[in-house]
């Protein structure tokens, strides 16, 4: 636990009190409003961030050079994105991160790749997943995209005519048009079987692609969202 304590030699009245306990403090945020000896008012802000634990300061206590005013509980850093915590926004390296193992969530949500978490959160988030999924009575289903929901080509006289054919650009890996003709039914397989199972799409196709492919065939994001792996998502 860390003590934050006043560091002004200065007595100061201490007026509306903003900082919350279990909160979590950012640097420069407003603790309190200090009221010094001619009723000047300005913003104390925190030198330091951190979830608060216990505040000293109650409105019209006087403080003078080591009051405490507050403790804290120092960031973990137990979630981050590529290089930044994403709870309190610092710069994370190796060294800062927490030495239990941090792992990619990747497994759990391929969307995410570039989240890392801890060990215990990554499993606390399964089981937390799993349970809903029980709640709601419901299974994980993972699909395929190639010769199973779409079949693709890149020649435009793949197919015999037909206006079921979808025209596509891309520029990854190669610059190329991609002729794709969705399997019959495919959108009322999905509705139907909705209710029952979570779709994943699990495709060794690189994620411009899947991306691509999965906006064709659902394009408000009602079956799939981010629920999408690709070969580009390394699974570890
Ligand atoms: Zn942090």
Known sequence: MNQLKFDSYNFVQ???VIAHTDKFLVENEIIFIMIGSTGQQQPFVSPVSGVVTKIYV???DILSYGSLILEYQECSHAVIYKDLCAVCGKKVDKTLEPSN???KVTAIEPAFSCV???RERAIKYDSDERNLLLRRRKLHLLIDLDQTLVH???SPNHYPSSDDIISFYLDHPVA???YTKLRPGVKEFLANLQSYYVFHIVTFGDRPYADAIVKLIDPKGTFFSHRILSRDDSIS
């Open 101 to 103: 193992s941090m792992q």
């Open 58 to 60: 109650h409105e019209n």
């Open 14 to 16: 201490v007026g509306k």
């Open 116 to 118: 890392k978490t801890t």
């Open 152 to 154: 693709t080509s890149n």
């Open 176 to 178: 190329q048009t991609l």
